[in-house]
């Protein structure tokens, strides 16, 4: 019994045999592996029609929502995204920040600039402390002073007919316009009288107020307009007036006054035979010295020199070079145009000036 039993649990293969059973079940595992294979290349195969189907779709609903719009939609889209960057409404941002963060923005730079302003406020009031506002703290650099003349004249040039009124009135009205301020009465309410030939020094705290001397029109005689309402060009003898600027603190050297001369610049020296000078001393006395601002020297009239034209070479222009002369005034600086005045011309007689 125990070997029938056993042979039916083991029973016995030739041994050839068993090598076969072996190479079968290889042969079944390889065609099982390419069964699979096939069918992932058959899925491979249906996937891509389906993709490409796909692709045609999102095609198709791209020119469906884009039908909508209008045609060259490139600058449609760049104005949305503008119109996003400006303002984002699913972000709630503004130029790609949020509110947070402008506001953050906003602080920083509004403690930045009051920093930065409030710096500059405390130099500038530190500044101020130093400087005064009645008299100013450096005057080395400063130049000597320029003239101005009157009338008034265009390019520096004298042009009028005696015989036509119309081309020398304007002159006149310019002269009487200026010397309004001069006129006697106003100087004698406002001004004091000082003694001539000596400085008018007034001592007393920088931001009291300053007298000042009077300069009367009638000083200037036959050009002050009260005897001749014309200043002489009516008669082809005109009067040019000269004013020295003001300079604060400026006294003239050695205590001598400064003087007005004046000579042909180019051409016969003798073209000119006759100029009167009112005041006689053609110069600027210095009682009007020192200046000391218009904050505290309210009622200050600087002083003049008339130089009347009686006698000058008749039917061409005559360039007449007037000059400044004293200490430390310098004249010959040839492109100062502060320095020149003009030139002037009568079609009957010639009379110039250019200082």
Not at 4 to 15: C, M, N, V
Not at 98 to 109: D, F, H, R
Not at 177 to 203: A, R, T
Not at 262 to 267: A, H, P
Request: aromatic share 12%; net charge negative; proline share 5%.
């Amino acid at each position: 019994m125990r070997q029938q039993l056993r042979s039916r649990r083991a029973p016995t293969f030739p041994h050839g045999y068993r090598y076969r059973l072996d190479d079968q079940d290889e042969v079944n595992q390889n065609y099982l592996a390419d069964e699979e294979e096939e069918a992932e290349e058959e899925a491979r195969v249906m996937r891509v029609p389906n993709l490409e189907e796909e692709e045609k779709e999102e095609e198709q609903k791209e020119e469906e929502e884009g039908q909508g719009q209008p045609t060259g939609n490139t600058w449609w889209q760049k104005l949305q995204l503008m119109n996003e960057y400006l303002w984002d409404p699913e972000q709630r941002m503004s130029l790609a920040r949020t509110g947070q963060s402008w506001s953050l923005i906003l602080v920083i730079y509004f403690f930045f600039y009051a920093s930065l302003a409030a710096v500059i406020t405390v130099c500038m009031y530190t500044l101020f402390l130093t400087i005064s506002a009645y008299m100013p703290t450096f005057t080395e650099r400063v130049k000597p002073a320029g003239v101005m003349i009157r009338p008034f004249a265009h390019s520096l040039n004298f042009n009028f007919n005696v015989s036509e009124p119309d081309t020398w009135q304007h002159y006149v009205i310019s002269l009487n316009g200026f010397l309004q301020g001069y006129n006697d009465s106003l100087q004698e309410e406002m001004n004091v009288d000082c003694p001539p030939g000596q400085y008018f020094i007034q001592d007393g705290n920088e931001d009291e107020d300053k007298k000042a001397c009077q300069f009367k029109r009638s000083f200037l005689k036959n050009c002050s307009g009260l005897e001749d309402p014309t200043f002489g060009y009516s008669t082809g003898q005109p009067c040019i007036l000269l004013k020295m600027n003001r300079i604060v603190g400026f006294r003239p050297e050695l205590g001598d006054p400064v003087k007005v001369s004046c000579k042909v610049q180019r051409g016969d020296e003798n073209d000119i035979r006759s100029i009167h000078y009112y005041p006689e001393s053609a110069s600027f006395d210095l009682r009007y010295y020192p200046y000391y601002g218009k904050l505290t020297h309210v009622n200050y009239t600087s002083p003049l020199v008339a130089m009347h034209f009686t006698d000058v070479v008749k039917n061409q222009a005559v360039p007449v070079q007037c000059q400044l002369k004293g200490k430390g005034i310098i004249n010959d600086v040839i492109n100062d145009h502060f320095v020149a005045a003009g030139t002037l011309h009568d079609a009957e007689e010639a009379r110039a000036s250019r200082m």
